[in-house]
């Protein structure tokens, strides 16, 4: 039978993919970084250093609960304001999610590179219609693109 604790085959970034698919107006971004797997992994499952480093949004990330790979977190973004997410971290993926926001990483290796794929969503903000839609888009996307970035320097510079 089908157990849903047990482990897929699916690839990360396809898994990713499909969450994108699920979630109306999510914005994703894929960026090939020259670091090997490992390095680039263990950037991202540090969730209170590093992420504080890459989403210019967060201040401060806290684990306050973790049973194996399911986590709570409290998360103070600049601004001072708490929100409590849930998450799933093991290796090459990791989800986080609120009552308002849903964020992903996927990550595979690609030869002594990586694939790092990254996925936001707002909850209860169906896409516009119209012309702003594109401009919101646009601007999400701008914003994946420099995380990613971000992370591609911190985890290079942190390998020489």
């Given at each position: 039978m089908n157990d849903p604790g047990a482990r897929s085959d699916i690839?990360?970034?396809?898994?990713?993919?499909?969450?994108?698919?699920a979630l109306p107006g999510a914005a994703v971004g894929q960026r090939r970084i020259a670091a090997p797997f490992e390095a680039v992994w263990q950037l991202i499952a540090d969730l209170e250093?590093?992420?504080?480093?890459?989403?210019?949004?967060?201040?401060?990330?806290?684990?306050i609960e973790q049973h194996g790979e399911f986590l709570r977190l409290l998360v103070r973004d600049t601004a001072g304001r708490e929100?409590?997410?849930?998450?799933?971290?093991?290796?090459?993926?990791?989800?986080?999610q609120s009552a308002t926001v849903a964020i992903a990483f996927a990550a595979?290796?690609?030869g002594d590179e990586t694939l790092l794929a990254h996925?936001?969503?707002?909850?209860?903000q169906p896409p516009a219609p119209g012309p702003s839609e594109p401009r919101?888009?646009?601007?999400?996307?701008?914003?994946?693109?420099?995380e990613l970035r971000t992370i591609e320097r911190l985890v290079t510079r942190s390998e020489h």
């Open positions: 690839d990360p970034i396809d898994r990713l993919a499909i969450l994108a698919a250093h590093s992420t504080p480093r890459y989403e210019p949004d967060v201040a401060q990330v806290r684990v929100d409590a997410m849930d998450a799933r971290l093991r290796q090459g993926w990791c989800v986080m595979r290796p690609l996925l936001e969503h707002r909850r209860g919101s888009r646009r601007a999400a996307l701008a914003k994946i693109d420099q």
